[in-house]
């Protein structure tokens, strides 16, 4: 019992050893492999990939191949003796088909600029899917560094406020404070560990929220990498709005995105005003049959019928008719070649009048290049709008984070001092209790802008092409 008992404390502690602990480079690829989203993304590109082989092949013949056989059965006519007869016949026949389209108002040419366009479009929109995943998926990378440092941060306020209960007990007992002091101390322990709790739960809210993205199911378990992540003030904010902006008006894939829907919109226009021209085509078919009842044919001798009579002598007029004799079909190979036939030509086709369902095609597409042109327009605007409030927001955080290390340091003298002060007695507890608050206050404060600078600045980043990562 004792070494199944070691075993298994072995096993258990090694498993929580191992526990895995994911990177932000881990989380964004798992997250591009896993999600969702993507993955519909990736089919539609195949998609579009297999609309392209069809737009290639409607410049090649179509050529179809058909047989059949049949059987009559029932009153019909005997084709060998010429009687109606209860018979059963048979009969095969095979035909080759083939047609290609000569003139057709280069349908087939812009249907092909069409899906190129459309592979194109969904290459944009993937790209663009991953880097919003990678973007949230720092972003709740972050959100658990940030959680984590709050914890952290409760974990010390929660072993000092045990310390200071210790510490005003041992006053009350020397006679230095009153005992009421002491009740002070202990409801400020209470709501230390209240927050604690809060902030133990709002921990796991972050990790759990992650792991959702991810995709991974056992988030009880689930924990990124824990370390001191150094904030760096990047370059980016050296750069003006309008150069972040005309970067990512070249370059990224949202703006493309708009510009080949307008590329498509006109590709359509284009598309649909060939349905107004002439069609001209050239087919060709090769067909036979075969039977396969027996044959009447001549046997070779004659017979002589009489058909009429010489008017003066009344001599009888014979005539010599060929007996016949009934005789196996031929075969299917012979058949086949003396029953084939071919047919071939032009066929040209004019539209005139079709319910007005072309016409409405073509005024249809017109309107949907104004709209991909106004929404290109407002992409761009809503980029521009974007950029300049990621730069102010990211502006507006250096100067938070830089505000914050100062609060904090000047309330944590201050603590410091007010703990030299209630040492001595000539602090009371709720005064005590107030610089204590302003201190957490500012710790908070300072763990907050921290995490928000370094998001807000990953979000210029994004914009300027930069890759998302934390170092």
């Known amino acids: 019992m004792k070494k199944i008992i070691s075993i298994l404390v072995i096993f258990f502690s090694f498993n929580s050893f191992t526990q895995k602990l994911w990177t932000l480079e881990e989380c964004v690829n798992r997250a591009l492999n896993e999600n969702i989203s993507i993955k519909q993304a990736e089919l ?4 579009s990939e297999i609309s392209r082989k069809t737009a290639i092949g409607n410049f090649l013949p179509n050529l179809n191949i058909g047989s059949s056989h049949s059987w009559n059965i029932g009153l019909n006519q005997n084709i060998t003796t010429g009687l109606l007869e209860n018979i059963t016949t048979q009969f095969s026949s095979m035909n080759l088909n083939m047609n290609i389209d000569i003139l057709n108002g280069l ?23 991953k880097e919003n995943i990678s973007l949230l998926v720092a972003n709740s990378f972050l959100q658990i560094l940030f959680n984590k440092e709050i914890l952290k941060v409760q974990k010390l306020q929660l072993e000092i406020s045990k310390e200071e209960v210790l510490r005003a007990n041992e006053l009350v007992n020397n006679g230095v404070i009153p005992r009421g002091d002491l009740y002070e101390f202990e409801a400020n322990l209470s709501s230390v560990e209240k927050t604690l709790i809060d902030a133990e739960n709002s921990l796991k809210l972050a990790k759990m929220s992650l792991a959702q993205v991810l995709l991974i199911e056992d988030y009880e378990n689930f924990d990124i990498v824990d370390k001191d992540y150094k904030l760096e003030i990047s370059n980016i904010l050296e750069k003006s709005p309008n150069e972040i902006f005309a970067y990512a008006v070249e370059n990224k894939n949202e703006i493309k995105i708009a510009e080949t829907n307008l590329e498509i919109a006109k590709k359509s226009l284009e598309f649909n005003k060939s349905f107004l021209q002439p069609r001209l085509s050239a087919f060709y078919s090769l067909s036979t049959r075969i039977a396969y009842s027996d044959r009447l044919v001549g046997a070779g001798d004659f017979s002589y019928i009489p058909i009429g009579i010489v008017e003066n002598t009344n001599q009888r007029v014979l005539s010599p008719v060929q007996n016949t004799k009934i005789i196996p079909p031929k075969s299917f190979s012979d058949q086949f070649d003396i029953n084939k036939g071919q047919n071939y030509g032009l066929s040209l086709s004019i539209p005139v009048f079709n319910g007005f369902s072309v016409r409405s095609n073509v005024n249809r597409s017109k309107v949907n290049i104004q709209k991909s042109e106004n929404l290109l327009f407002q992409t761009k605007l809503d980029l521009e709008n974007t950029i300049n409030q990621a730069y102010n927001d990211a502006i507006g955080s250096l100067k938070a984070y830089q505000a914050s290390k100062k609060s904090f340091s000047s309330r944590k003298l201050s603590f410091e001092y007010a703990q030299e002060k209630l040492n001595l007695g000539v602090l009371n507890p709720y005064e005590y209790s107030q610089v204590k ?4 206050s500012s710790q908070s404060d300072l763990i907050r802008s921290k995490f928000d600078l370094i998001f807000r600045i990953k979000v210029l980043e994004f914009y300027f092409g930069i890759p998302v990562k934390i170092d």
């Open 107 to 129: 349908k087939n040419i812009k249907q092909l600029h069409l899906a190129n366009l459309s592979i194109l479009a969904n290459q944009y929109q993937l790209a663009d899917m």
């Open 44 to 47: 539609d590109y195949l998609d």
């Open 437 to 440: 608050q302003r201190y957490e």
